[in-house]
């Protein structure tokens, strides 16, 4: 009896469902088409000085500097070039950066070296030689009378006539040089720890790359280049073979460099940019040289106080800037200077 009411209340059910009227199904929504999003690329952040402008040098500058390097022969592949008039113009940088603070031996007289406006040294370190050139608004003649009242002695009985120039020897506190009159205001020193090789001859030859009678350092691949392409600074090197760059000599995998120059000048308010630029054979070696100048620089950043790094590469040439704080300029530059051993 149950199961036979179940039934009828099924078909009852069915009967109900076929005798309602049918309710409409609503077709579903049609969806607005929308523009397939585009993945934001990512935002590179270049090194500013990757396309910075550098300086270009000081026409009037740049001529002083090169007609003091042509006192130095080629054979002493490097010289480091200093303006210590600037220098002394400029109390925070005169007090810190000298000649003796950057390690750098001058054949000149501490009597004459403070008289001077600009200073080149090149030093031949296997031969133990130093020669500098140097410029001043003074007669070497007459600073050579002045300097004998405070112990420079000028022996031979004066000068020795040498083509236009003018070549003394001297003995200042036991110690021989020569020094000769390049121009007017123009004059060049030189010293030798081997007594048995005469200080004048330094200083001729020094003299006989002035007049172009022999070849100077500027005569070296890329030289003259490379230092018309840095800025003009209280400070200057040219490196005829990059074995003698500090930065360079122990770095690997660098080939086919043919010179560098540097230049350092005054960056901000309390800061001292140093600028770099190498040459080489090929623009591929160029580029391989680029990362690791790079990775030398920076693996002593930190020891030498460099605050900023930028490398990039101009075809043949490499281009490092490091930025210091005045007071590690000396440990910074040291990277950048001829290699004394």
């Known amino acids: 009896m149950f199961v036979f009411a179940a039934i009828l209340l099924a078909a009852a059910s069915?009967?109900?469902?076929?005798?309602?009227?049918?309710?409409?199904?609503?077709?579903?929504?049609?969806?607005?088409?929308?523009?397939?999003?585009?993945?934001?690329?990512?935002?590179?952040?270049?090194?500013p000085f990757a396309t910075a402008e550098v300086p270009a040098a000081d026409p009037e500058l740049?001529?002083?500097?090169?007609?003091?390097?042509?006192?130095?022969?080629?054979?002493?592949?490097?010289?480091?070039?200093?303006?210590?008039?600037?220098?002394r113009e400029d109390p925070a940088l005169g007090g810190s950066i000298t000649p003796e603070a950057l390690g750098l031996d001058s054949a000149l007289p501490s009597l004459v070296a403070g008289l001077v406006d600009e200073l080149v040294i090149a030093a031949e370190f296997g031969s133990r030689?130093?020669?500098?050139?140097?410029?001043?608004?003074?007669?070497?003649?007459?600073?050579?009378?002045?300097?004998?009242?405070?112990?420079?002695?000028?022996?031979?009985?004066?000068?020795?006539?040498?083509g236009r120039h003018k070549v003394w020897t001297l003995d200042v506190q036991g110690v021989s040089l020569a020094m000769g009159s390049a121009d007017a205001t123009t004059g060049v020193a030189g010293a030798?720890?081997?007594?048995?090789?005469?200080?004048?001859?330094?200083?001729?030859?020094?003299?006989?790359?002035?007049?172009?009678?022999?070849?100077?350092?500027?005569?070296?691949?890329?030289?003259?280049?490379?230092?018309?392409?840095?800025?003009s600074g209280f400070a200057a090197v040219i490196i005829a073979d990059c074995a003698g760059l500090a930065l360079l000599a122990e770095t690997e995998g660098i080939f086919g460099c043919t010179g560098a120059a540097v230049s350092a000048s005054v960056f901000g308010e309390s800061e001292v940019a140093i600028h770099a630029l190498v040459g080489f054979t090929e623009d591929a070696l160029a580029a391989t040289a680029v990362a690791l100048t790079s990775q030398a620089i920076e693996a002593q950043a930190a020891p030498r106080g460099i605050r900023g790094v930028g490398v990039r590469q101009e075809g043949r040439w490499v281009r490092a800037r490091v930025v210091a704080e005045l007071p590690d300029f000396n440990k910074a530059f040291e990277l950048f200077k001829p290699r004394t051993n």
């Open 14 to 47: 069915v009967a109900c469902e076929s005798s309602a009227p049918a309710v409409a199904t609503a077709p579903p929504p049609t969806l607005a088409p929308t523009d397939t999003p585009v993945p934001t690329p990512t935002k590179v952040t270049l090194d």
């Open 62 to 87: 740049l001529a002083n500097l090169k007609e003091l390097m042509a006192l130095v022969p080629q054979e002493y592949g490097s010289a480091v070039y200093l303006n210590l008039k600037s220098l």
């Open 129 to 162: 030689r130093v020669i500098s050139g140097f410029r001043g608004p003074f007669d070497l003649e007459q600073a050579l009378l002045l300097a004998g009242s405070f112990g420079v002695q000028v022996l031979g009985g004066g000068a020795e006539e040498y």
């Open 192 to 231: 030798h720890q081997d007594p048995s090789v005469p200080p004048t001859s330094l200083v001729k030859q020094a003299l006989d790359a002035f007049d172009g009678q022999t070849t100077m350092l500027l005569d070296s691949t890329d030289a003259t280049s490379l230092i018309e392409s840095v800025p």
